[in-house]
């Protein structure tokens, strides 16, 4: 407040009013709202000091030096006014909110929700591992195959029933492409290029047309292929061991089971001792003690004349498994579907 302006006022009831009120008002504002809502009643053009202010003309010649003067003092007043109360609402508000605000920096922070990666990818970088560290290489193969890597190079005829519409997709407008209905056919793909030895695992997705509780039109295969001199089911057998005790337990033991494929000669089916029971016979290994967890064999010599490697000089293994079948079995997941359903609360298990 002007005490200056105050003394002179005394002069001037009339604007000394006007002031004495618009001081209070100001004063009284406790937010910015109400202090612009008092500076339009107080020096609007409707506000007493304005209308006084425009009526100096028409007053008595001996009253306007005076109503002009302390007129326009008042204004330069009040607007000064305004000012300090609006700095001072302002800091009041600023101090408030770092009051209430203030962040507590030893309170635990929020947990992050971080992702992680998906079961069939987990398992996938498993079995890499166990490979890799058995001195394997990673190699890779396209999706979209020609019959003659899916099938013909290895050693499956036109008119073999794994050809039939029934079992593969084939590629519309497109002779002779397919989505590969095995990763097999990146063993031909990596021996026309290089020579033996080749121990190599070739992980990847694979496409037929199945669809329950065991089969999805779009699963993951993990090859697995050795050439060298003298390799002999015994290296088989020995590896798959390696790998299924690195997988499901130092207590797992491996069988082989004659089977037949194409490219493989002779060929097996490879059971893993249960490890749910143990061995002993549950209800998931059908009370046999025994889980089937892939196909294998020797390299069929055909498949080596495709590829011009001398069969007499050397000899190799293949193998191939299913990447959810294993997840499957070392999860206990029941339904081979639940891995593409997306439902987080199964996802997120694992
Ligand atoms: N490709 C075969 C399948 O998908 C598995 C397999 C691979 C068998 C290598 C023998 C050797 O069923």
Avoid at 37 to 65: C, D, F, N, Q, Y
Avoid at 154 to 159: A, C, H, R, Y
Avoid at 163 to 182: A, M, N, Q, W
Wanted: proline share 5%; glycine share 8%; charged share 25%.
């Amino acid at each position: 407040m002007n005490v200056d302006l105050k003394e002179q006022l005394k002069q001037h009831s009339g604007l000394a009013a006007i002031y004495d009120e618009a001081l209070a008002d100001i004063a009284a504002a406790a937010a910015e709202v109400e202090l612009g809502a008092a500076r339009v009643r107080h020096l609007g053009r409707k506000s007493r000091l304005s209308r006084l202010l425009r009526a100096i003309p028409e007053m008595p010649a001996s009253e306007r030096p005076l109503a002009g003067k302390l007129g326009n003092q008042v204004r330069a007043a009040l607007e000064e006014e305004l000012v300090v109360r609006w700095q001072a609402l302002e800091s009041a508000e600023l101090e408030k909110r770092l009051e209430q605000e203030r962040v507590d920096i030893t309170l635990p922070g929020e947990p992050l929700a971080g992702g992680r990666m998906h079961l069939i990818t987990q398992t996938l970088w498993e079995i890499e591992d166990i490979f890799t560290g058995l001195g394997y290489r990673i190699a890779e193969g396209p999706e979209v195959e020609t019959d003659y890597y899916n099938f013909t190079a290895l050693n499956t005829p036109e008119g073999h029933p794994a050809r039939s519409l029934h079992d593969t997709f084939f590629i519309k407008g497109k002779e002779g492409v397919l989505l590969r209905t095995h990763t097999s056919p990146v063993q031909v793909r990596v021996m026309e290029k290089e020579d033996p030895p080749v121990y190599v695992i070739i992980p990847g997705r694979v496409y037929r047309r199945d669809s329950d509780a065991t089969h999805t039109p779009m699963f993951h295969q993990v090859e697995g292929l050795a050439v060298d001199e003298h390799i002999t089911m015994a290296d088989l057998k020995g590896t798959l061991e390696s790998f299924a005790k690195a997988m499901f337990g130092a207590e797992r033991q491996v069988r082989l089971r004659p089977h037949f494929f194409p490219f493989t000669e002779p060929s097996v089916e490879v059971d893993v001792s249960c490890m749910i029971c143990g061995g002993k016979g549950c209800r998931s290994c059908k009370h046999s003690g025994w889980l089937e967890i892939l196909g294998a064999g020797l390299v069929d010599p055909n498949v080596f004349g495709f590829v011009n490697y001398n069969p007499d000089e050397i000899s190799g293994f293949a193998f191939g498994m299913g990447v959810e079948r294993i997840a499957m079995l070392k999860h206990g997941v029941t339904d081979l579907r639940m891995f593409y359903d997306n439902d987080l609360r199964f996802i997120k298990q694992f």
